[in-house]
């Protein structure tokens, strides 16, 4: 505003010399021809009249004397108006400088976010450790499996994570605000490489009597490129080098999508909440959960709710504008605009209550394949698993009291502790989760008192209570 505000006026100052100038010309014209002056300039120098001479060279000297003073006027103009091009120069420099600032602090704000901290690898290595060990304490092979995996009567949940100690809170929450724990059963997920260390961690306490099944995603076959479309997608260079070449140049290009840069949102182990008819097929309800989020409540009630022959039980975000179906897909491309209304509601992953039975009656798995081979492109929409969540149970959704599931502890430092208490669930979705260095201080104790510090393995790992 004040550099505007200062170029304006060096713009009405240099008008106003322009005009000087033009005046101070038409004043040495009108010297030269007024009619006393006009004989110095047509007869013979001898025959000048001297008095009539000096008063000529008096006045000249005057004007002389006033251009000059223009002429200094005019100087320091110029040299302002270099100085406010040196300025802009500047400016813009500057305003290179801090966009690529902005873009090296979110690349590393992310890496911070997504990086795996060294006690929460020491710990997954020394379970591992334990498991090689002794693996007659931890293995189920061989052993039938037992009934209650599969009793439609009991409550089932599901949790897919790469992460032991996450994975162990939300467990560990969930079951220590049953009213009934033994009649809950978690199915827990993982991948290969972190299969040992789950095993080891959910063998070395009863967790109040409730079930675990722990499995590895590659555990079940029918999971496979032929059949998932991000699994064969996987397999396109394109894609690989989408995420994979690994220049700062390259990961900073699109800081506003930089997060799905990452890997992790083509990763199976995130995309198996689509597949939980085929992987729990005697089932008919199931509780999917996040793994950054904790119960703070007993949770059957949710069995108890009425879904109206929907598929998805989840809380919905919009508000005012914000969170509606058009901040997620591209309602440029026709068959997005054919399909969705644009101002429908989003709702949250993180907490769903899903009806096995209305989902396999609407077909939703292969409604989600139909679009998720069309999105190969990335046409439809970026990436993740929440925008062809929103596609696939469009219709089918079921509102929940908000009460179930309350977002943005990994975000919002505003959130009010009254909602918090009041909430069946809380959820560490964002960059600040709880076992980070940058979780948030207000939040991070409603996490951490349900990490169990007692075992010998967490404590080896220096975890900060």
Known sequence: MAYASYARKLKLENSKLVRVFADLSQNYSDL?????????????????????????????????????????????????????????DTIFAVNEQLTKAKKQGAFSSLIAAKSIPKSLHCLAMRLME????????????????????????LYHYAIFSDNVLAASVVVN???????????????????????????????????????????????????????????????????????????????TKDTTNMKFRNPKYLSILNHLRFYLPEMYPMLHRVLFLDDDIVVQKDLTG?????????????????????????????FSHPLIKQKFNPKACAWAYGMNFFDLDAWRREKCTEEYHYWQNLNENRTLWKLGTLPPGLITFYSTTKPLDKSWHVLGLGYNPSISMDEIRNAAVVHFNGNMKPWLDIAMNQFKPLWTKYVDYDLEFVQACNFGV
């Open 130 to 153: 334990e498991r090689i060990a002794h693996p007659e304490k931890y293995t189920d092979e061989g052993k039938p499996t037992p009934p209650e995996f599969e009793d439609p009567k």
């Open 173 to 251: 929450s969930a079951t220590k605000n049953a009213k009934e724990p033994g009649k809950h059963v978690f199915h827990v997920v993982t991948d290969k490489m972190n299969l040992g260390a789950m095993q080891v961690v959910f063998k070395l306490k009863d967790y109040n009597g409730a079930h675990i099944e722990v499995k590895a995603v590659e555990d079940y076959k029918f999971l496979n490129s032929s059949y998932v479309p991000v699994l064969k997608q996987l397999e396109s260079a394109n894609l690989q080098k989408f995420y994979f070449e690994n220049t700062l140049e390259n990961a």
């Open 302 to 330: 949710l069995w108890k709710i009425d879904m109206d022959g929907k598929v998805n039980g989840a809380v919905e975000t919009c508000f005012g504008s914000f969170h509606r179906y058009a901040q997620y897909m591209n």
């Open 32 to 88: 030269i021809n007024k009619p006393m002056y006009r004989a110095l300039f047509e007869t013979d120098s001898l025959s000048i009249d001297e008095s009539v001479l000096r008063q000529f060279e008096k006045e000249v000297k005057e004007r002389i004397k006033v251009t000059r003073q223009v002429i200094s006027e005019a100087k320091e103009s110029f040299d302002n108006l270099l100085k406010i091009q040196k300025l802009k």
